[in-house]
């Protein structure tokens, strides 16, 4: 075992590249072409022991080969990776027993099994000692709500169930760094609930670091105080979510109701989207507050209602990748 | 319907010709096996000159036939019997099964498509390597071809019709690649890839020539080697055609009642 | 078992990797062992169909004897000999790694990633992929041949030749892993050649099942220099029998084989690691 100092990060992510050759065929001719592809640009980043992290950005932008990377399936073409002290693609077995990963799209419980003969492998696999192993299954067994499923065969669970089944066999060899790649894909809301519920009582209590891939905005929102984004292999934000908004520019909108139907009102600071009767929508940028706005606005006319909505995450990064 | 059967055919050819690498190695196969039978039949062709009614050329003609057929009959796997095997496993073939379009003709379209391809990109090859290699007795008459290309034909829609009900046995039978290994060898055997029927004694040659496997092989190298001219080789491809409608009318039959087990186990 | 090459440049850091891949190998082999027990049937029927259908294979020998006296100038039994020490090293090697050829199609979808995450040798996650039981049927086929082989023909059996029996068997069966193993390797960078490893192993099988005397002379020494094939059973096997083989080679080659399979083991095994690495810069 490697003693990690507790105040050197889990991850640290210092410049690293990943350039793969393809060759691609030259339309119209039996030629190939080989060429250079940049997957992941130097990329820089630590995360500290403990910290929940959502890792985002659009499919093919360099998010699981940077999870590849990190877990030492690929080797990375330039930079310096370090997991929890390990250096990945030298030490991948080693660093193996650290690090627990969960594949949304890809389960490792066995098929035709119960449940139960999948966690008996990775008990043998990482060699959990009796009374570490009994404890873990029971906290998971307890939490994920898997008791009932233990003895059933994998392939008769549905998809909830099994994606909870991953993250517990994931977790039984008490990892310190998890890795989740799309875990709440395809599940209803009841189990998308619980998996996260889950994950934040094992990031509070085991004190788990966590890396998270999601293509669903309520897993950052509710889980990650800290996401970054990253895009045609280059990590275009790092930090927290209200950031995101004012990098990603994006505007929040005020949900009018005068007490009567109105021409589309012009107000400095905001911009009119459209209007419904006597209802109106205006769109103002997310890092201004709506207090002087508001104020305006009832200066000029009775107002009958109002509100603020949200931006809504996608559309965030939607206009920041727009803008790179 | 008849337009769409077509593009599925069309689209089994073109699925199979994107894989160049899986057909160079397939073809490097072939004719490392055809080298290997060749030289076991001169050796038992040198003792016994007119064995089964072939001369020695007419012997390594077999060989190669059968190696280019290889392929196209799907005798070592790569038809479309595993991918179907893993549908039923995985409960997909529900979703096939209330489609508009018959599973069985989907099926059959997809894989005449890849024969198709097979036989041009594995079967060409490997014969033209045996004519290199050795003395072949390969026939000048255009007729002799045709009918060899009809023979071929049938014989493709009978080993798809036997590979369909290898498939569905997956509904029933859980280890489909047992299944599946067995009748490779089953049909490797009896089709005469391994020795021609007509050299096998008595009784056995007489009922492995009646079985529909001698449709891969034995019957379409019967009619380009000349054993079979004129009213015998209709009659040769009457055969085929008679086991390519049981043996497609059995698969029917199949695909009912696995349906019904479908609809029963809700899927 | 095939087991995972210590040390070297790229590291794979565990204590005792041989051991360790033995271990892992056995584990897995228990999950498959258990998953095709869950369908009991089915697996009665196919173990039983597989050794039903292999012996076809053998039948196709006895029918061309049906027609001759001598194959090659080597009667049935010495025939069966041959048939029978080559079907059982192949067969025990199929039995052991038979899914290798799996691996460009987990390649491909991705599947071994999952394996790769794991804290044991990937080789011996790979070899034991799908290990299936009824794979025995061609192993307890060849075994039987060879055992109705050894009552018919005739044997000078000394010392020397009793022990070179099952060292034939084991060594053959560790030529044939080698091939598999760098079959496998081969997939890392042609996923869809899988079909070329069947020549060798396969086409390796079927070729040795006839005397070397039937085959072209270039063609035996591709297969003892090249793919050194002619130790799994002709060289030995001709020296049991007493007969000379075809290329005159010195008396003492007949007891190479262990160090040949020993070569072929570990030049698979470079072979494996060059993959893994390849696969590991490229991810394809």
Redesign the interface.
């Known amino acids: 075992m490697t003693v990690t100092d507790s105040a050197e990060p889990m991850i640290a992510v210092d410049g690293v590249e990943k350039v793969?050759?393809v060759r691609r065929k030259v339309a119209g001719t039996l030629r190939r072409e080989r060429h250079q592809v940049r997957a992941v640009d130097g990329i820089s980043f630590t995360v500290p022991r403990g910290e929940m992290v959502g890792y985002i950005g659009p499919n093919g932008a360099g998010k699981s080969?940077t999870i590849?990377m990190l877990?030492?399936?690929?080797?990375p073409?330039g930079g310096r990776l370090r997991v929890a002290g390990i250096d990945p693609?030298?030490?991948?077995?080693?660093l193996?027993?650290r690090?627990g990963?969960v594949?949304g799209q890809?389960t490792?419980l066995?098929?035709?099994?119960p449940l139960r003969?999948s966690y008996e492998?990775v008990r043998?696999?990482?060699r959990i000692e009796d009374p570490r192993y009994a404890r873990n299954l029971d906290a998971c067994v307890e939490l994920l709500d898997l008791g009932p499923l233990l003895d059933v065969?994998v392939r008769q669970l549905s998809l909830g169930q099994r994606m909870r089944g991953d993250i517990a066999a994931a977790l039984l060899h008490d990892p310190e760094v998890l890795y989740l790649d799309e875990p709440t894909i395809g599940l209803d809301v009841i189990s998308k609930a619980k998996v996260r519920d889950f994950l934040r009582t094992v990031n509070a209590e085991r004190g788990t670091t966590v890396l998270l891939t999601t293509h669903d905005l309520t897993d950052i929102e509710t889980l990650c105080s800290r996401v970054m984004v990253i895009d045609h292999g280059r990590l275009m934000y790092d930090g927290g979510l209200d950031g995101l908004h004012a990098v990603g520019e994006s505007e929040r909108t005020l949900v009018v109701d005068f007490a009567h139907e109105l021409p589309p009102v012009e107000v400095p600071g905001a911009r009119w989207v459209r209007s419904e009767g006597p209802r109106q929508w205006l769109a103002f940028p997310a890092g201004d507050s709506a207090a002087p706005l508001v104020t305006a606005l009832a200066a000029r006319h009775p107002l009958v209602d109002l509100s603020v909505r949200e931006p809504a995450i996608e559309d965030v990064i939607a206009r920041m990748y727009g803008a790179a | 319907m008849g337009g769409f059967y077509g593009a599925v055919v069309v689209r089994g050819f073109r699925r199979y010709a994107t894989y160049r690498v899986a057909t160079a190695a397939g073809v490097f196969t072939n004719t490392v096996f055809g080298l290997i039978i060749s030289y076991s039949y001169i050796a038992l062709w040198d003792q016994r000159p007119h064995l089964g009614g072939y001369t020695e050329a007419q012997a390594l003609t077999y060989v190669w036939v059968g190696q280019g057929l290889l392929a196209a009959m799907a005798q070592m796997g790569g038809g479309f019997e595993t991918e179907m095997m893993g549908r039923i496993n995985s409960g997909a073939i529900a979703v096939d099964l209330y489609r508009p379009a018959d599973l069985q003709g989907w099926w059959l379209a997809a894989d005449l498509g890849r024969a198709g391809f097979q036989l041009l990109g594995r079967g060409v090859l490997p014969i033209a390597c045996g004519a290199l290699v050795f003395d072949l007795a390969l026939p000048a008459s255009p007729l002799t071809w045709l009918l060899f290309a009809l023979a071929v034909a049938l014989g493709t829609v009978v080993s798809f019709a036997i590979r369909f009900l290898v498939g569905l046995s997956a509904f029933w039978l859980l280890d489909g690649a047992g299944v599946v290994q067995v009748s490779w060898i089953v049909g490797l055997f009896f089709s005469g890839m391994l020795l021609p029927l007509n050299a096998f004694p008595g009784a056995l040659g007489d009922v492995a020539q009646a079985l529909p496997w001698s449709a891969m092989l034995q019957v379409p190298a019967d009619v380009l080697l000349g054993q079979r001219q004129g009213a015998d080789a209709l009659l040769a491809l009457a055969f085929e055609a008679g086991w390519a409608v049981a043996l497609l009318g059995a698969g029917r039959l199949l695909q009912g009642l696995a349906t019904r087990r479908v609809v029963v186990h809700g899927g | 078992m095939e087991a995972e090459p210590r040390g070297g440049a790229a590291g794979e850091r565990t204590p005792g990797t041989v051991a360790e891949s033995v271990r892992a190998y056995r584990l897995v082999v228990r999950m498959w062992m258990r998953s095709t027990m869950s369908y009991r049937a089915s697996f009665v029927m196919t173990a039983f169909g597989n050794f039903a259908a292999t012996a076809l294979d053998f039948l196709t020998i006895v029918l061309m004897f049906s027609h001759v006296e001598a194959l090659g100038g080597f009667s049935l039994p010495e025939v069966a000999f041959l048939y029978g020490t080559a079907s059982t090293s192949f067969g025990l090697a199929d039995l052991l790694m038979g899914s290798m050829d799996r691996l460009g199609e987990r390649v491909r979808d991705g599947t071994l990633d999952t394996l790769m995450l794991r804290p044991v040798p990937v080789l011996a996650q790979v070899a034991a992929d799908r290990f299936a039981l009824r794979r025995l049927g061609r192993v307890v086929q060849g075994l039987l041949v060879l055992g109705w082989a050894l009552w018919r023909v005739d044997v000078h059996w000394t010392v020397l030749n009793v022990a070179l029996l099952p060292v034939t068997l084991v060594v053959g069966a560790a030529i044939f892993c080698a091939v598999y193993v760098a079959g496998g390797a081969f997939q890392f960078w042609a996923g869809d050649a899988a079909q070329v490893q069947n020549s060798v192993t396969y086409g390796g099988a079927t070729l040795l099942q006839y005397p070397p005397g039937v085959f072209a002379r270039d063609l035996v020494r591709g297969v003892t220099f090249v793919v050194p094939l002619a130790f799994v059973n002709w060289l030995p096997a001709l020296r049991m029998l007493g007969r000379p083989d075809p290329l005159g080679l010195p008396g003492w080659v007949d007891f190479a084989g262990a160090p040949v399979a020993l070569v072929c083991c570990a030049l698979s095994g470079l072979l494996w690691r060059a993959g893994v690495r390849s696969y590991r810069s490229t991810g394809s």
């Open positions: 793969f050759d080969t590849k877990t030492g399936i690929l080797s073409s693609s030298r030490d991948r077995t080693r193996a027993r690090i990963v594949f890809r490792t066995w098929w035709d099994l003969d492998l043998r696999m990482y065969p």
